[in-house]
Nanobody, 115 residues
Framework: QVQLVESGGGLVQPGGSLRLSCAAS????????MGWYRQAPGKQRELVAR???????NYADSVKGRFTISRDNGKNTVYLQMNSLKAEDTAVYYC?????????WGQGTQVTVSS
């Protein structure tokens, strides 16, 4: 079992930046794919970014060049640096840890981009 706790959400103006953090209850460095997903009102949850065990990453097209995912294995933490935020980035952001068919979710953190 892995517990995930997200933090760092909030209200930011368009063009601003936020950094989300996801702290895992135990080491996830050796075999877990870590990801950030988001869900806007009335929409399905969608993948934002993932970082694999070897460190490779992939991103949704809508955030490429603006968001960066990273992992600090020593701190059991995954980050999502979000720059040049847009109104359409407004959503609840969820952290996910996946190992094979096992998957764990955090409780989510709200990100609101508005002037």
């Amino acid at each position: 079992q892995v517990q995930l706790v997200e933090s760092g959400g909030g209200l930011v103006q368009p063009g601003g930046s936020l950094r989300l953090s996801c702290a895992a209850s135990r080491s996830v460095s050796s075999s877990y794919v870590m990801g950030w997903y988001r869900q806007a009102p009335g929409k399905q949850r969608e993948l934002v970014a993932r970082v694999f065990v070897g460190g490779s990453t992939n991103y949704a097209d809508s955030v490429k060049g603006r968001f960066t995912i990273s992992r600090d294995n020593g701190k059991n933490t995954v980050y999502l640096q979000m720059n040049s935020l847009k109104a359409e980035d407004t959503a609840v952001y969820y952290c996910n840890a996946r190992q094979g068919i096992l998957g764990y979710w955090g409780q989510g953190t709200q990100v609101t981009v508005s002037s």
